[in-house]
């Protein structure tokens, strides 16, 4: 899947000059995207798969969402930029450490903010904030979408649902990034939930506990 994901991308983004006509080209890309979905579906299914086994989650430490929040939208930026979206990260740099495997917490975000981007029209607007709240982080993520239909949003997190079930979108998936997500949020300790209303946009937010003084000498033992 990697070598055809990246040899229809040379060929479609005419990286060694123009094919002979747009026909080629064309097909090129859908090859090319095709095979990134069908590449990214497996991918899901792997990550579900180690979850159910409880793999995975062994390096606990403390970690910082603010970090975290940059590294995610500077790796998200080029496919923001491609729709003209703009996100801001509104998360005080000052916010407590939460106890969590880091890279956990990474794919949270990837996939809330891919998810995020995937359901935004073009030159819409996604917020990543974080607040202190009862010990633990909440960390928000907004988006300008059509929003999701009340009835639709509590199985939303369940695998093979989808918010292309909502007429307002032409998006396609599986589903699957959802519940991952809530998944790898409740091995770290946390919740998630869905606040959203169609035409208001949606706002997922997702808790971790604080990284208390004990916790870090448990783990540094």
Same mark, same amino acid.
Request: no cysteine; hydrophobic share 45%.
């Given at each position: 899947l990697n070598a055809i994901i990246g040899f229809s991308e040379i060929l479609y983004r005419q990286y060694f000059g123009p094919p002979n006509s747009d026909k080629y080209r064309e097909y090129a890309k859908d090859i090319n995207s095709s095979a990134a979905y069908l590449l990214s579906l497996v991918e899901d299914?792997?990550? /579900?798969?180690? /979850?159910?086994?409880g793999s995975g989650l062994h390096d606990l430490t403390a970690v910082s969402i603010p970090d975290i929040a940059g590294e995610c939208v500077d #790796? !998200? +930026?080029? +496919?923001?930029y491609e729709k003209d979206i703009d996100i801001d990260i509104t998360v005080p740099n000052g916010?407590? $450490?939460?106890?969590?495997?880091? +890279?956990?917490v990474k794919q949270v975000f990837l996939n809330l903010l891919v998810n995020a981007i995937k359901f935004t029209p073009a030159s819409g607007h996604i917020t990543i904030s974080a607040a202190e709240l009862d010990g633990m982080i909440a960390v928000m993520? =907004?988006?300008?979408?059509?929003? /999701?239909? #009340?009835?639709?949003?509590? +199985? $939303?997190?369940?695998?093979?649902?989808?918010r292309?079930?909502?007429?307002? =979108?032409?998006?396609?998936?599986?589903?699957?990034?959802l519940s991952i997500t809530k998944s790898l949020v409740e091995q770290l300790g946390g919740t998630i939930r869905i606040n959203s209303a169609l035409g208001q946009g949606t706002t997922v937010?997702?808790?971790?506990?604080? !990284?208390?003084?004990?916790? !870090?000498?448990?783990?540094?033992a």
């Open positions: 299914l792997l990550d /579900i798969s180690a /979850i159910e086994a #790796a !998200a +930026r080029d +496919r923001a916010l407590p $450490l939460v106890w969590a495997d880091a +890279r956990a993520v =907004t988006d300008t979408g059509p929003g /999701i239909d #009340a009835a639709l949003i509590d +199985r $939303l997190l369940e695998p093979f649902s989808t292309n079930q909502n007429p307002f =979108t032409t998006e396609k998936g599986w589903g699957l990034g937010t997702f808790t971790l506990p604080l !990284a208390t003084e004990t916790k !870090a000498a448990v783990g540094a």
